[in-house]
């Protein structure tokens, strides 16, 4: 088994930078939506990401499941469009990030995106004026720092949680933007907090939100979490992580955030369904406004 990785980037030469930041991030939703229509989980099949400047929009990707890849290889080659539904999931995302409020047109944005997608670099001149008009609305959302406590576990179980954060990641992730769209700003690794370990995640979302009860659904989600079901799945990704020789050298952040040592072969054998389990049983999980240490941890 090895890490499946992807590269690809899109030119939106002509049209402005606020179109090709939605094309980055509706192109992303409606990658992630073909692969769960394909029936591939998403909380465990690993990472699409992008980034946009100077006219490109660039996506990667990594799969620790060969399926998952060439189900979005496929969507990829054979999509004709994308979807309003991702497309406003992207603006709303845009929104976020950015703290604006945008006014759009959708299809012209659509038009626009479609454009980008299919690289039409003649035809997207008409669009050359296009600008998306937004205003700052700091009000409208804020940044929360959701942070999990791993208590009660024994030594092996330390060792193991600190490979199992990135899926954990993506769990709160997802359990977190099912309802509503949310940014993610960052996330710190696993570090040593007296007798127990914790990791923060620092995401803005939608001004409004019952701290209390957010960090009781995400808790309850994750005391519930089908690891009996779901851990071929998880087996696999520890088996790629011990496989893929840029992650060789995890052992040593590991040992500096928090004084354990270990390695990627005994990661991979202690990843049984017990020990997982008893990870997702024990963790707390507590949402408050960011603090200094919050965001200088996720840039750790």
């Known amino acids: 088994m090895k890490l499946e990785t992807r590269l690809l980037n899109y030119s939106f030469l002509g049209l402005s930078e606020d179109v090709g930041h939605i094309f980055e991030h509706a192109i992303i939703f409606d990658a992630y939506r073909h692969l769960k229509e394909s029936g591939i989980s998403l909380d465990t099949t690993g990472w699409?990401?992008?980034?946009?400047?100077?006219?490109?929009?660039?996506?990667?990707?990594?799969?620790?499941?060969?399926?998952?890849?060439?189900y979005f290889d496929d969507y990829i080659e054979?999509?004709?469009?994308?979807s309003d539904e991702s497309i406003k999931l992207a603006i709303q995302t845009v929104e976020l990030e950015d703290r604006?409020?945008?006014?759009?047109?959708?299809?012209?944005?659509?038009?626009?995106?479609?454009?980008?997608?299919?690289?039409?670099?003649?035809?997207?001149?008409?669009?050359?004026?296009?600008?998306?008009?937004?205003?700052?609305?700091?009000?409208?959302?804020?940044?929360?720092?959701?942070?999990?406590?791993?208590?009660?576990?024994?030594?092996?179980?330390?060792?193991?949680?600190?490979?199992?954060?990135?899926?954990?990641?993506?769990?709160?992730?997802?359990?977190?933007?099912?309802?509503?769209?949310?940014?993610?700003?960052?996330?710190?690794?696993?570090?040593?907090?007296?007798?127990?370990?914790e990791f923060v995640s620092i995401f803005s979302i939608k001004s409004g939100a019952d701290f209390a009860k957010l960090a009781k659904v995400l808790e309850e989600h994750l005391h519930a979490y089908p690891v009996d079901q779901r851990f071929s799945d998880i087996k696999r990704h520890f088996e790629v992580f011990t496989n893929e020789p840029l992650?060789?050298?995890?052992?040593?952040?590991?040992?500096?955030?928090?004084?354990?040592?270990?390695?990627v072969e005994e990661l991979?054998?202690?990843?049984?369904?017990?020990?997982?389990?008893?990870?997702?049983?024990?963790?707390?999980?507590?949402?408050?406004?960011?603090?200094?240490?919050?965001?200088?941890?996720i840039e750790l």
């Not at 929009?57 to 499941?65: E, H, N, P, R």
């Not at 054979?78 to 994308?82: D, G, K, P, T, V």
């Not at 039409?120 to 959302?141: F, G, L, N, R």
């Not at 052992?251 to 270990?262: E, F, V």
């Open 100 to 197: 604006v409020s945008i006014a759009y047109d959708i299809s012209k944005i659509r038009e626009c995106l479609l454009l980008i997608l299919k690289q039409d670099a003649q035809s997207a001149k008409k669009y050359h004026d296009y600008k998306i008009k937004s205003s700052v609305e700091p009000k409208k959302s804020h940044n929360i720092s959701i942070t999990v406590t791993l208590n009660n576990l024994s030594s092996d179980q330390q060792k193991l949680s600190l490979r199992l954060r990135p899926i954990l990641v993506d769990i709160i992730t997802n359990r977190l933007s099912s309802n509503e769209p949310v940014y993610s700003r960052g996330d710190s690794p696993i570090l040593s907090n007296q007798d127990s370990l």
């Open 268 to 297: 991979r054998d202690l990843a049984t369904e017990e020990n997982m389990s008893r990870i997702f049983s024990q963790l707390k999980i507590k949402i408050d406004l960011p603090t200094d240490e919050d965001y200088d941890a």
């Open 48 to 70: 699409i990401s992008g980034k946009s400047f100077e006219e490109r929009a660039f996506i990667t990707a990594g799969f620790y499941d060969e399926l998952a890849s060439k």
């Open 78 to 82: 054979n999509a004709q469009e994308i």
């Open 247 to 263: 992650w060789r050298t995890a052992p040593i952040d590991y040992y500096q955030n928090t004084g354990i040592i270990t390695s």
